[in-house]
């Protein structure tokens, strides 16, 4: 299994093209596949994966199936045109989806929502941290929206429109896969976002003109979509990985996150800024994350974090909850996110969690502060060896029963089994590993098997 940043997801070769000259400092080969096509981008320590799938929900989610079985990527991004289906959008407009559902899945005879497919849930999410990035990597000529998304593999036209609005009240846009590939990456536990720019807008013309219209924008809004993907991989904290003025280049450095942590505890807090001066390690790191602010806010943050230094020394229990945190940066970054021209930093607290062991008051004790004990990690009675136990024994059944194993039916199979309690739940893996991915992995579990 190969590790890289990124898997890139488009379904014509026109939305792909753009990428090949918006990646020219990046190594390119080519890589063989069943169906489709593929390419490696590589430059430095990132890799980026992009997948040409052909049209539709099957040749999207089979071709990103199958490269799932070799590569592990850290966030996945559909990318390219759809269909407008709000009146409020405009041709070369982004759309990133927040939900995904299927436009023609229906069960609700048996109870299931519209567009839900029955033993699914009953949308699929985007990432949030993937949406974030998307929107702050908004285009100045483009607007940026961000809603439900529906797909199927069918042409959404004003023949059909209407009962597709009524349907699913607010649904922004239609394409052919997104649906298909966000239950891909549901399945195997991996962020996801579909990042599409408008081709047409469904209801402006008649099909025949809407078609023609779809044809004659493509090429310019897959360089749109395109540009707002590799925008967004430079930002968004699912990469866990800085912007230079050459694209991506490094991890967040734990002085970093440290700082971010006392700019946090500052604000949430309300203390004044202090000219006390930071540590040279502290100082020299931060300098770089907030150079793109205007020079007073600089000024200001720079000596909030020296108040929020402060004060974890003499008020070593002070609280500051991941909510909290997450609560005073959202409030910093829509604030302050558009003076930034490169990585948004602060990251939110997942990336913090992420880099601390897993564990958010690991991130507290790093600034100084003496959290609270509360229940012990993984529970009072797990130890590193039950956690891989629970794992490999989960994995085993499953492979028995013919099943791909999965963090939502790991679950599930506590509660079969009568292992609920007796085992590490869902949640504490998912903690102590990080993700459901690295579980597998410290576990030393072959997913190609």
């Keep these: 299994m190969t590790t890289i940043n990124a898997i890139i997801v488009a379904a014509m070769t026109e939305e792909m093209t753009p990428f090949t000259s918006l990646l020219p400092d990046f190594t390119t080969s080519k890589v063989r596949t069943p169906f489709g096509s593929a390419f490696l981008a590589r430059k430095g320590r990132s890799s980026i994966l992009f997948l040409t799938t052909g049209v539709g929900m099957v040749a999207a989610s089979g071709l990103l199936a199958w490269a799932l079985g070799k590569f ?7 990318v390219g045109s759809a269909g407008g289906l709000d009146g409020s959008l405009a041709i070369g407009d982004i759309v990133v989806g927040t939900k995904y559902v299927h436009g023609a899945a229906d069960a609700t005879a048996f109870g299931y929502a519209p567009g839900q497919i029955p033993g699914q849930p009953e949308y699929f999410e985007a990432t949030a941290d993937l949406v974030e990035a998307a929107q702050a990597a908004s285009q100045a000529n483009r607007s940026t929206h961000a ?16 009962d597709m609005r009524t349907t ?54 897959a360089t749109a979509a395109a540009r707002t993907v590799l925008d967004l991989l430079s930002r968004t904290s699912a990469l866990d990985i800085e912007r230079s003025g050459h694209g991506p280049a490094q ?22 800024p202090s000219d006390a001066t930071l540590p040279d390690g502290l100082a020299a790191d931060i300098a770089e994350h907030i150079d793109g602010l205007e020079p007073g806010v600089r000024e200001r943050v720079i000596k909030l974090i020296a108040a929020g230094y402060e004060f ?3 008020e070593p229990s002070a609280t500051l909850t991941a909510k909290d945190y997450d609560t005073q940066r959202a409030e910093f970054v829509k604030s302050h996110g558009k003076d930034q021209s490169g990585f948004m930093w602060p990251p939110t607290s997942q990336t913090v ?16 502060l003496k959290p609270r004990r509360g229940r012990n990690r993984g529970g009072l009675k797990f130890s590193s060896d039950d956690y891989l136990f629970a794992i490999r024994s989960y994995v085993i059944d499953a492979h028995y029963d013919r099943r791909q194993p999965s963090f939502n039916a790991y679950t599930a199979w506590l509660t079969e089994s009568g292992n609920a309690g007796k085992l590490p739940s869902g949640a504490a893996i998912r903690q102590r590993f990080g993700s459901w991915k690295e579980a597998l992995n410290a576990a030393a579990i072959d997913r190609e098997s």
Aim: aromatic share 8%; charged share 20%; hydrophobic share 45%.
């Design 353 to 368: 969690i992420k880099r601390f062991n897993g564990y958010w008051n690991d991130a507290l004790t790093s600034i100084g």
């Design 72 to 78: 592990e990527p850290r966030a996945i991004v559909s």
């Design 251 to 272: 991890h967040f450095s734990k002085a970093s996150l440290q700082c971010a942590l006392f700019l946090m505890l500052a604000k949430a807090h309300k203390l004044e």
């Design 312 to 314: 974890s020394e003499t």
């Design 168 to 221: 699913f009240p607010g649904v922004l846009s239609a394409d052919m896969e997104s649906q298909a590939l966000a239950q891909i990456a549901h399945a195997f536990d991996i962020p996801f976002a579909s990042v599409r720019s408008i081709s047409d807008v469904v209801g402006a013309s008649d099909a025949k003109k809407q078609a023609q219209t779809f044809n004659d924008e493509l090429d310019g809004v």
């Design 147 to 162: 809603g439900l998304v529906v797909s199927s593999d069918s042409f959404i036209t004003e023949a059909n429109v209407a």
